[in-house]
T-cell receptor
C-alpha cells in the first residue's frame, strides 16, 4: 500500500504556543489529503479536507483560524494548531487519497501525531 | 440514526475461530466501503476495500457487501491474538470523505 508519514509523532507544548504537523505522501502524489482528530476510545472525526493548491474545506464546528491547513505541494500538507490550549490535546491523523478508476479510490493514513498541551 | 453503525463490542473469540464483524450504513447511494484495523495508540491501517455486492477475499480476511440491506461485514478466519484491535468500518461519500463507524473492539483469546 501507499506510505504516508507524519512528523512529529509526539509533541508537548505550553498553552498559547503554535504547533505545526506535517503529512507527507512518500511514494505517490496526493491531490487530496484529510486531517482527523481522535479522542481516547472514540472514533475518528474529520476536521478538514486539504486540496493541493486551494483552500482547505473545514467540517462544521472546526475553527479554520485555529487549525490552519496548507497543501503547498502534491506530497505535503501541514496542519498548524494556533494558540494551542489543553482542550486541543488529541491524536491528530492525516490521510492521503489514492485515486482509482470507477470510484475505487482509497485513503491511507499516516502514523498520527499525539499532541499534549500543558 | 448514525451514518455508519457498528457494535462497539468487545467481541471475544478463541484463537483459531472465525471473527465476524458487522456494519450498517444509512446512505443507500454509498458506493465504496472499507475496513480499517486500529491498534491502541496507533493510526488506522487499511485491511480491505469493497465496491460491489458479494464477497471479496484477501488471505484470512473476507469482506462481504450487501447494498440492498445496506450492510458490510468482515470475516477473519483462524483468528490470532495479534488480530486483537479495533476494527473501523468506513463508507465513502461522493466528496471522497470517509465516514467512520465507532469501531468494534475484537479480543482474540489465546
Amino acid at each position: 500500500g501507499a506510505v504516508v508519514s507524519q512528523h512529529p509523532s509526539r509533541v508537548i507544548c505550553k498553552s498559547g504556543t503554535s504547533v505545526k504537523i506535517e503529512c507527507r505522501s512518500l511514494d505517490f502524489q496526493a491531490t487530496t489529503m484529510f486531517w482527523y482528530r481522535q479522542f481516547p476510545k472514540k472514533s475518528l472525526m474529520l476536521m478538514a479536507t486539504s486540496n493541493e493548491g486551494s483552500k482547505a474545506t473545514y467540517e462544521q464546528g472546526v475553527e479554520k483560524d485555529k487549525f490552519l491547513i496548507n497543501h503547498a505541494s502534491l506530497t505535503l500538507s501541514t496542519l498548524t494548531v494556533t494558540s494551542a490550549h489543553p482542550e486541543d490535546s488529541s491524536f491528530y491523523i492525516c490521510s492521503a487519497r489514492v485515486g482509482g478508476t470507477g470510484g475505487t479510490d482509497t485513503q491511507y493514513f499516516g502514523p498520527g501525531t499525539r499532541l499534549t498541551v500543558l | 440514526q448514525k451514518e455508519v453503525e457498528q457494535n462497539s463490542g468487545p467481541l471475544s473469540v478463541p484463537e483459531g475461530a472465525i471473527a465476524s464483524l458487522n456494519c450498517t450504513y444509512s446512505d443507500r447511494g454509498s458506493q465504496s466501503f472499507f475496513w480499517y484495523r486500529q491498534y491502541s495508540g496507533k493510526s488506522p491501517e487499511l485491511i480491505m476495500s469493497i465496491y460491489s455486492n458479494g464477497d471479496k477475499e484477501d488471505g484470512r480476511f473476507t469482506a462481504q457487501l450487501n447494498k440492498a440491506s445496506q450492510y458490510v461485514s468482515l470475516l477473519i478466519r483462524d483468528s490470532q491474538p495479534s488480530d486483537s484491535a479495533t476494527y473501523l468500518c468506513a463508507v465513502r461519500r461522493s466528496s471522497y470523505k470517509l465516514i467512520f463507524g465507532s469501531g468494534t473492539r475484537l479480543l482474540v483469546r489465546p
